[in-house]
């Protein structure tokens, strides 16, 4: 699961249910891996709507660098935009 709260500790909030690894905040978006879907990648709105799988490929682990995720599964490195779209392998 996700929380946010105040720098002061203070308005602990739930943003998701989800068993989350791999947590990465851009502006207004959690990204994650969902260590209850195989380590598949998700999104979240930071108030906890939207919540979007991205792709049902294992992330074991990821970076963002703009609009681009690069992740590892258990072979290969990947990217994908930070919609979901243009998954590719990388060489």
Not at 54 to 78: H, V
């Given at each position: 699961?996700v929380y946010k709260?105040?720098t002061?500790g203070?308005q602990?909030?739930?943003i998701n249910?989800?068993?989350s690894?791999?947590?990465?905040?851009?502006?207004d978006w959690?990204?994650?891996a969902?260590w209850?879907?195989?380590?598949a990648l998700?999104?979240?709105?930071t108030?906890?709507s939207q919540?979007?799988?991205l792709?049902?490929?294992?992330?074991?682990?990821?970076?963002?660098e703009?609009?681009?995720?690069?992740?590892?599964?258990?072979?290969?490195?990947?990217k994908?935009?930070t919609d979901?779209?243009?998954?590719?392998r990388e060489q």
């Amino acid at each position: 699961m996700v929380y946010k709260m105040k720098t002061d500790g203070s308005q602990r909030t739930k943003i998701n249910d989800d068993w989350s690894g791999f947590v990465t905040v851009v502006g207004d978006w959690v990204y994650y891996a969902n260590w209850d879907e195989d380590f598949a990648l998700y999104k979240i709105k930071t108030d906890g709507s939207q919540r979007t799988k991205l792709c049902n490929d294992s992330a074991q682990g990821f970076c963002i660098e703009g609009d681009w995720i690069y992740f590892e599964n258990q072979t290969s490195l990947y990217k994908i935009k930070t919609d979901g779209s243009q998954q590719t392998r990388e060489q």
